[in-house]
């Protein structure tokens, strides 16, 4: 098979698991590399983002599964009763999101980490963060994180942080290890 194949099947699995992909991980994961990803009027569009400098990240999971089709239908219910809401808060996202590409193709990590943490705060008011999401985030952040952020569908997976450099990366991992051993 072709990547394009590959990655055509592979979006065609994810949507017999939950409903509506966006493609994102599909893709990510075929092709590799960091990409951007929006979707207008109900196509999914995705760019390589370049990497100009390592990235030094911490990568926790909550040990919590959601479901994507419920977060999804629950978002997309938000969206519906609160239009002026939801359409203000995806273009602080998009804004956010356009600053973070910005900021990586140039290596400007701590603009990373910052931008990273805004984006966290937006999922607080989306409502797809949870407790133990929040706590992570605050915690790698309180041991030398540049930023950190939830990632996937929320309330629950997975949290990843950004440091500048191994030492900080591997420092971070570890006390993380400390407050909870089950970690890896």
């Not at 931008?115 to 407790?131: F, I, P």
Request: net charge negative; hydrophobic share 40%; charged share 20%.
């Amino acid at each position: 098979l072709t990547e394009d194949e590959v990655n055509l099947s592979a979006f065609v699995g994810e949507g017999g698991y939950h409903g509506t992909p966006s493609g994102a991980d599909n893709t990510a994961a075929t092709f590799g590399g960091l990409i951007s990803y929006r979707r207008v009027n109900g196509v999914s569009n995705f760019c390589r983002v370049l990497i100009t400098r390592p990235l030094f990240l911490v990568v926790c999971s909550t040990g919590i599964t959601t479901s994507t089709t419920k977060v999804v239908g629950e978002i997309r219910e938000l969206k519906e009763n609160n239009p002026t809401w939801f359409n203000a808060l995806l273009g602080r996202y998009n804004a956010c999101v356009g600053e973070a590409k910005a900021a990586m193709e140039v290596g400007n990590l701590f603009r990373m980490g910052e931008l990273m943490n805004e984006n966290h705060k937006l999922c607080q008011e989306l409502t797809v963060s949870c407790a133990e999401l929040d706590t992570i985030v605050n915690f790698c952040c309180e041991n030398g994180a540049l930023g950190a952020k939830m990632s996937g569908t929320g309330r629950g997976g997975l949290v990843v942080a950004l440091a500048a450099d191994e030492a900080q990366r591997d420092g971070i991992a570890d006390a993380v290890r400390q407050r909870c051993p089950a970690a890896k």
